[in-house]
């Protein structure tokens, strides 16, 4: 078995050109990633800069009303650039720094990758060009023009669905015809070894921040945690630190669109089947010929047709559940927790709350639950409002 | 000798390739014919994928139009099937590895032995996974056809010397697509690859004219030229066959003027 292993899934399935930048790129994480000088350099930047660590908030209103488990809420949403995607924007971004390169590009869905990278881009003196879907680009017009303020070139993508999945397609074209100079800064747990491990160390900043912020608060672990997935960072993100703590249920809630029995949808745990694209094994949503499947989702975060290995290998040996959550759960939970809590999270992380929603009533009161916001909404205000018939546009 | 050496013997290779179902299977049965007619050496049928990474825009559009016209692979066996008792020349699939898993490795190894195809060619395979088919690949008999690129350096040798049938010599950094000007040192490459395999040498990725392909026959065993060719098709669809025809007979004919 190769390199980059979850179990069966995982690995380096990609073109040969790209070879040499991935051991390069392995060889250099594993360098650094023990390196006292690079560790404290990127602490710093995610304190003084990111703003951690992230708040875990209790929810007592949502908590109240909804009468059972004990929500928390962790705060990624208060991360500078407002998303999770900072935390391996910046791990990344000063890894390529290390090994030379002047250019990062990447791939976004929502934009929030594509700001977080701009954005450290900036930060750094890097130059910086973002591949976003054209459906994405209009959907989350807010989003482009912050990366362009920021200094970043934005490319729409006019292939395929126009969509995340076809982000990364051209993100690594452009990498295979520019190497020397630039580093593809992945946005999530998957592709080819090693971003998977890389993406995920960098995130796991999140779970290891949950774990000592709520056993100084309830001096004890959680019951559950609960994150979106798409590609699965936030989430990997979230639940790294408690793999190995069995009582502590792991839930991954994915996107099911218009429902899981709609092809509108990206629900790849329900309806995906073993598969390798975009550099890795794992699930995908495909046809019977391997095709990969237009998948559909409110959220341009979560609308992607695979999961990063790590997430198929949690499934496979039941570490994690994974459930479906629709547009319509979504939106409802976006709105209840701006009402309840006032805070306003990104439509990805709405799914997640969608499920908790679900899941607290059937909790008793003295279990405790951690929600991860990955991020916060404002960028979604205007497609919420044109999901429920409002004509505002950003 | 290999099923897919015998398109390098006693001259230099011109190897054709075309998106099968482009602009649908009839077509392409056409095309294929043509291209034997005009002497090309050897035919890459590509099976479409839904998100070719290693193309540029030109074949992954061929792709779009074939997946649309309701191209599938199982469709293109029996394509494949039918026609090949008339064709004498090696005959490779191009594709992507999630197309070959997702019919199942083994049952579509066993199907391209079936209908008689000699080899493989999957470029987001690289060395590291070849695993992943070549226990496959070698149970029924398909070649399983290497590449090296500019980038690839210290990875050659190991490459080379367990490659199968020809080498594939990507001749510049980026996706598939007509290049104006090739900058990779390919003499040297080759010379890499020749160092530990006699295996022959073939080069591809933005080679157009003949006058490029005679230059990089001069430095390898042949060449292999594929968006060049879907650009005709691409132009002129169901009534491609005479043009693209008499361009793959300038083609062959600068490969076979080079002398071994």
């Keep these: 078995m190769s390199k980059g292993r979850f179990g069966i899934h995982g690995g380096q399935y990609i073109p040969e050109t790209l070879m040499n930048a991935v051991n390069d790129l392995e060889t250099a994480y594993h360098y650094y990633q023990n390196d006292e000088d690079f560790n404290q350099e990127l602490t710093a930047l995610f304190q003084e800069y990111t703003g951690r660590p992230s708040l875990l908030y209790y929810a007592e209103k949502m908590t109240k009303d909804?009468?059972?488990?004990?929500?928390?809420?962790?705060?990624?949403?208060?991360?500078?650039?407002?998303?999770?995607?900072?935390?391996?924007?910046?791990?990344?971004?000063?890894?390529?720094?290390?090994?030379?390169?002047?250019?990062?590009?990447?791939?976004?869905?929502?934009?929030q990758h594509g700001v977080a990278t701009a954005t450290v881009a900036a930060l750094m003196g890097m130059e910086c060009e973002i591949f976003m879907g054209e459906v994405d680009c209009e959907r989350q017009a807010l989003n482009v023009y912050r990366m362009e303020l920021l200094g970043a070139k934005v490319h729409p993508v006019k292939s395929g669905?126009?969509?995340?999945?076809?982000?990364?397609?051209?993100?690594?074209?452009?990498?295979?015809?520019?190497?020397?100079?630039?580093?593809?800064?992945?946005?999530?747990?998957?592709?080819?070894?090693?971003?998977?491990?890389?993406?995920?160390?960098?995130?796991?900043?999140?779970?290891?921040?949950?774990?000592?912020?709520?056993?100084?608060?309830?001096?004890?672990?959680?019951?559950?945690?609960?994150?979106?997935?798409?590609?699965?960072?936030?989430?990997?993100?979230?639940?790294?630190?408690?793999?190995?703590?069995?009582?502590?249920?792991?839930?991954?809630?994915?996107?099911?669109?218009?429902?899981?029995?709609?092809?509108?949808?990206?629900?790849t745990m329900a309806n995906g089947r073993l598969g390798i694209f975009h550099g890795m094994k794992s699930y995908f949503c495909q046809d019977e010929f391997g095709q990969i499947a237009p998948v559909y989702s409110i959220s341009a975060g979560l609308d992607y047709p695979g999961i990063g290995p790590?997430?198929?290998?949690?499934?496979?040996?039941?570490?994690?559940?994974?459930?479906?959550?629709?547009?319509?759960?979504?939106?409802?939970?976006?709105?209840?927790?701006?009402?309840?809590?006032?805070?306003?999270?990104?439509?990805?992380?709405?799914?997640?709350?969608?499920?908790?929603?679900?899941?607290?009533?059937?909790?008793?009161?003295?279990?405790?639950?951690?929600?991860?916001?990955?991020?916060?909404?404002?960028?979604?205000?205007?497609?919420?409002?044109r999901y429920r018939g409002v004509d505002i546009h950003d | 000798?290999?099923?897919?050496?015998?398109?390098?013997?006693?001259?230099?290779?011109?190897?054709?390739?075309?998106?099968?179902?482009?602009?649908?299977?009839?077509?392409?049965?056409?095309?294929?014919?043509?291209?034997?007619?005009n002497g090309v050496d050897l035919i890459e049928i590509g099976i479409p994928f839904s998100d070719p990474i290693a193309e540029g825009t030109v074949i992954q559009e061929a792709d779009i139009r074939s997946l649309a016209s309701g191209t599938t692979t199982e469709k293109i066996f029996d394509l494949v099937e039918k026609i090949r008792p008339r064709i004498d020349i090696p005959l490779v699939f191009?594709?992507?590895?999630?197309?070959?898993?997702?019919?199942?490795?083994?049952?579509?190894?066993?199907?391209?032995?079936?209908?008689?195809?000699?080899?493989?060619?999957i470029p987001d395979v690289p060395y590291e996974e070849k695993q992943e088919l070549q226990p496959y690949t070698q149970k029924y008999g398909i070649e399983l056809v290497s590449l090296v690129a500019?980038?690839?350096?210290?990875?050659?040798?190991?490459?080379?010397?367990?490659?199968?049938?020809f080498l594939y010599v990507v001749s510049s950094l980026g996706v598939t697509g007509v290049r104006s000007e090739i900058k990779t040192d390919i003499g040297e490459l080759v010379s890499l690859a020749k160092s530990v395999s006699d295996i022959p040498c073939a080069v591809g990725f933005g080679i157009s004219t003949p006058e490029q392909a005679a230059d990089m026959c001069r430095k390898a065993d042949g060449?292999?030229?594929?968006?060049?060719?879907?650009?005709?098709?691409?132009?002129?669809?169901?009534?491609?066959?005479?043009?693209?025809?008499?361009?793959?007979?300038?083609?062959?004919?600068?490969?076979?003027?080079?002398?071994?």
Aim: aromatic residues 6%; hydrophobic residues 40%; charged residues 25%.
């Design chain 2, 94 to 121: 191009m594709t992507y590895c999630n197309v070959v898993f997702g019919y199942g490795t083994e049952k579509f190894m066993q199907r391209c032995s079936q209908i008689g195809i000699d080899g493989i060619i």
């Design chain 2, 150 to 165: 500019p980038t690839s350096h210290d990875r050659i040798k190991n490459i080379a010397g367990d490659a199968e049938g």
């Design chain 1, 66 to 111: 909804l009468g059972g488990a004990k929500i928390y809420l962790k705060r990624e949403d208060l991360n500078h650039t407002g998303s999770h995607k900072i935390n391996n924007a910046l791990g990344q971004a000063l890894l390529a720094k290390k090994m030379g390169k002047t250019r990062l590009i990447a791939e976004t869905g929502a934009g």
């Design chain 1, 161 to 267: 669905t126009k969509t995340l999945k076809d982000a990364v397609n051209e993100t690594f074209r452009e990498w295979v015809s520019r190497i020397d100079d630039t580093h593809y800064v992945l946005g999530s747990v998957m592709g080819p070894h090693p971003f998977p491990t890389i993406v995920r160390d960098f995130q796991s900043v999140i779970s290891r921040e949950i774990k000592s912020q709520i056993l100084e608060k309830e001096g004890r672990l959680p019951d559950v945690v609960l994150a979106c997935v798409g590609g699965g960072s936030n989430a990997i993100g979230a639940f790294y630190h408690f793999i190995d703590d069995k009582d502590v249920r792991l839930i991954g809630c994915e996107a099911a669109g218009l429902g899981v029995d709609n092809p509108q949808n990206a629900a």
């Design chain 1, 310 to 385: 790590e997430h198929a290998n949690l499934k496979d040996t039941n570490r994690a559940e994974y459930v479906p959550v629709t547009d319509e759960e979504a939106v409802n939970a976006f709105e209840y927790l701006s009402r309840t809590e006032g805070i306003i999270p990104a439509i990805e992380s709405s799914h997640a709350v969608a499920h908790a929603l679900k899941l607290a009533p059937e909790m008793s009161k003295n279990e405790i639950m951690v929600i991860n916001i990955s991020g916060r909404g404002d960028k979604d205000v205007a497609a919420i409002a």
């Design chain 2, 1 to 37: 000798m290999t099923k897919l050496s015998k398109a390098f013997e006693n001259k230099k290779a011109f190897i054709a390739f075309l998106t099968a179902g482009d602009p649908d299977l009839a077509t392409t049965e056409k095309l294929i014919f043509e291209m034997v007619n």
């Design chain 2, 223 to 260: 060449v292999i030229v594929g968006s060049a060719i879907v650009r005709i098709i691409a132009k002129y669809g169901k009534d491609s066959v005479q043009y693209v025809g008499e361009y793959i007979k300038s083609m062959a004919d600068a490969c076979h003027s080079i002398s071994i």
